[in-house]
């Protein structure tokens, strides 16, 4: 087999797909490797020129690959998409990934370091939960509201709801709306302390260090 100068890889989650080219573009390399064998793989080719699509675990493969010296780089799907000569298959993506990854005028993806990803974590977690607070503060307002149980809109809205939730006896609220309603405040009083723990963690370095939780407080308005 002739040496490899470029690959193209396909990840996936259990199987990948790799097609290499020599110098001359002739194709050297056109296999399917599992996910565990993929590093073996790689430690036995000569460091070369690794193209990959910027898509879920790319940035972890590329920095593993580079680790064993290959130069690796990664790109928008959008871009390698033009690439694609026949029907959209693993083997397909994995040449037009190689062809793309060649052209001197391709825009690449800077491979994210640890650190900036779990960054990048951070911020999408907190983005997650600050969704499901909104989810939690409007269903308990529809709840409520079916019972006539209506409040203005804002924080201080928002209390009195929690209080009436949270306060009300059988009398006011029926069993079963009572319990719903305690079961949605308990779940807002959860994500909002761990809303505040991602804040407190954000405004640190980045380190390995255990995030804290902040005090209860509802933030915002729905």
């Known amino acids: 087999m002739r040496e490899v100068s470029t690959i193209g890889l396909d990840i996936a989650k259990s199987v990948f797909q790799v097609h290499g080219v020599d110098t001359d573009g002739k194709v050297v390399i056109r296999r399917r490797i599992g996910r565990a064998k993929i590093l073996e793989f790689f430690a036995d080719v000569p460091p070369c020129l690794v193209g990959m699509e910027a898509c879920a675990t790319a940035h972890h493969w590329a920095r593993e690959l580079k680790k064993l010296g290959h130069a690796t780089r990664l790109m928008p799907p959008t871009y390698v998409k033009a690439y694609v000569k026949r029907g959209k298959n693993d083997a397909a993506d994995a040449a037009a990934i190689c062809e793309a990854v060649a052209r001197p005028s391709m825009r690449f993806v800077p491979v994210k370091s640890v650190e900036q990803q779990s960054a990048l974590m951070l911020h999408r977690t907190r983005d997650l939960l600050i969704r499901q607070r909104t989810q939690l503060i409007n269903a308990l307002r529809a709840h409520l509201a079916e019972l006539g ?13 929690v209080s009436a939730a949270t306060q009300s006896s059988e009398e006011r609220l029926p069993g079963h709306a009572l319990f719903s309603c305690q079961a949605i405040v308990a779940q807002l009083h959860a994500v909002q302390t761990q809303i505040n723990g991602l804040d407190k963690q954000s405004r640190k370095p980045i380190a390995p260090t255990r995030t804290a939780n902040g005090s209860m407080t509802f933030q915002g308005s729905a």
């Open 149 to 161: 149980l209506v409040a203005a809109k804002g924080r201080e809205g928002l209390q009195q709801l």
